[in-house]
């Protein structure tokens, strides 16, 4: 017995929609921060076990860059974050909802 | 044997631990299972024999962008409940059968794709990962890698820049009586 692809596959999957619900459901930014890294993570096995079962290194090499995208993305959100809580004083999202739509 | 063992055991503490982190109600909480999820994920990058892809990932997710949160979290009074009301459950149904779909794709895909193309650049087992990654990150992805590192650089001056606004002012180095003046001025500007 030994692992297929497809078992890489579904894992990913689910970490994916775990992340997914995240998103969904939370009010609070920072868990949607979270959700974002836990989805990021989720594609990174994916690409890994694809590099892995198809010889591949391309799937690793995409692996890296979305890391170094992940890292600029909570320098940059963290940032907005702080800034947001200064001037609002809450991280609640429905309290950034300024348009009427 | 040992892989399969490792990857159902790595597996289930992954997702126990992301669901965690998806549903509690305490940052602290979140925060300590979102680290210890990553650190579960490498497990599965080394069982990949993508060595260096694990390392970078303890490094930089355990590492870095932990701190970050963590230092993040100070500047917010995290343990706040935010209350949660979820509005128009119909969208929650559209979202949710468009995940459903997704998901039926994603398990279709390697089916379809079963006969693609044949490695692009292929792994070489007798150099190792690390030598064999770098081989090819320095010189057929030279320049996304160099796109990268400005984009770092950028995401790094812009966090500075967001993020250190007033943060000239240190309240150990004041007086009191210039502290109170100061939080008297804050008062006021947060009741506009």
Same mark, same amino acid.
Request: charged share 10%.
């Given at each position: 017995m @030994? =692992?297929?692809?497809?078992? %890489?596959?579904?894992? @990913? +999957?689910?970490?994916?929609?775990?992340?997914?619900? *995240?998103?969904?459901?939370? /009010?609070?930014?920072?868990?949607?921060?979270?959700? +974002?890294?836990?989805?990021?993570?989720?594609?990174?096995?994916?690409?890994?076990?694809? @590099? /892995?079962?198809?010889?591949?290194? +391309? *799937?690793?090499?995409?692996?890296?860059?979305?890391?170094?995208?992940?890292?600029?993305? &909570?320098? &940059?959100?963290? *940032?907005?974050?702080?800034?947001? %809580? /200064?001037? /609002?004083?809450?991280?609640? =999202?429905? @309290?950034?909802?300024?348009m009427k739509g | 044997m040992f892989e399969v063992v490792a990857f159902y055991l790595f597996a289930f503490l992954t997702i126990a631990m992301f669901s965690i982190t998806v549903m509690t109600n305490n940052a602290l909480y979140a925060l300590s299972s979102l680290a210890a999820g990553m650190i579960f994920i490498s497990a599965f990058f080394f069982i990949l024999d993508a060595d260096f892809l694990g390392v970078v990932q303890i490094v930089v997710y355990t590492g870095a962008v932990m701190a970050l949160y963590a230092f993040g979290m100070m500047f917010f009074d995290s343990m706040a409940e935010v209350e949660e009301k979820i509005a128009s459950p119909r969208l929650k149904f559209f979202l949710s059968g468009m995940i459903a779909l997704i998901v039926v794709i994603i398990f279709v895909a390697p089916i379809i794709g079963e006969n693609a193309l044949k490695g692009l650049y292929p792994i070489h087992l007798e150099y190792g990962n690390a030598q064999d990654v770098g081989l090819v990150l320095f010189t057929k992805y030279i320049v996304p890698f160099e796109v990268a590192a400005v984009m770092l650089l950028v995401a790094m001056i812009g966090g500075i820049i967001l993020a250190g606004k007033k943060m000239d002012t240190n309240l150990t180095l004041l007086s009191e009586e210039a502290i109170d003046e100061l939080e008297k001025t804050h008062d006021v500007k947060d009741k506009k």
């Open positions: @030994s =692992l297929a692809l497809n078992d %890489y596959l579904i894992l @990913s +999957t689910i970490i994916f929609v775990i992340g997914l619900i *995240g998103v969904i459901r939370r /009010k609070n930014l920072l868990m949607l921060f979270f959700s +974002t890294e836990i989805m990021l993570n989720a594609v990174n096995i994916g690409l890994a076990a694809i @590099s /892995k079962f198809h010889g591949d290194l +391309t *799937g690793q090499m995409f692996a890296f860059f979305i890391v170094a995208i992940a890292a600029s993305e &909570v320098a &940059v959100g963290l *940032g907005l974050l702080i800034l947001l %809580y /200064k001037r /609002k004083g809450s991280i609640n =999202l429905d @309290s950034i909802v300024s | -």
